[in-house]
């Protein structure tokens, strides 16, 4: 089992920006895909955004689209979350996920495409 790391969280402002994080603990690894997802207090767990390990494809939750980036780094074996233009209700606990070997078939959107999950990483974002 491969553990995720997450790092980056943290407490800022509305209209504020930060940098997410991932990156497997001690081993590199061959995911198909990775993904962020988020999970509010009382809600549940909310798919952000994917990236392909290859190729260039990625998929965002609308809410998320023209503020956020997610990127990969093979050679670092890492994932990035860019989140601009923060807002009080991106607020929430976020999680890496990994999809790793033998892949499945479920969308991207789904967390169960997803072996792999990191301990997550707060961020709160204040008005």
């Known amino acids: 089992q491969v553990q995720l790391i997450e790092s980056g969280g943290g407490l800022v402002q509305a209209g504020d920006s930060l940098r997410l994080s991932c990156a497997p603990s001690?081993?590199?690894?061959?995911?198909?895909?990775m993904a962020w997802f988020r999970q509010a207090p009382g809600k549940e767990r909310e798919f952000v955004a994917a990236i392909k390990w290859s190729g260039s494809s990625a998929y965002y939750v609308d809410s998320v689209k023209g503020r956020f980036t997610i990127s990969r780094d093979n050679a670092k074996n890492t994932m990035y979350l860019q989140m601009n233009s923060l807002k009080p209700e991106d607020t929430a606990v976020y999680y890496c996920?990994?999809?790793?070997?033998?892949?499945?078939?479920?969308?991207?959107?789904?967390?169960?495409?997803?072996?792999?999950w990191g301990q997550g990483t707060q961020v709160t974002v204040s008005s």
């Open positions: 001690g081993r590199t690894f061959s995911p198909y895909a």
């Open positions: 996920a990994a999809d790793l070997p033998p892949y499945n078939s479920n969308w991207y959107d789904s967390t169960l495409k997803y072996d792999s």
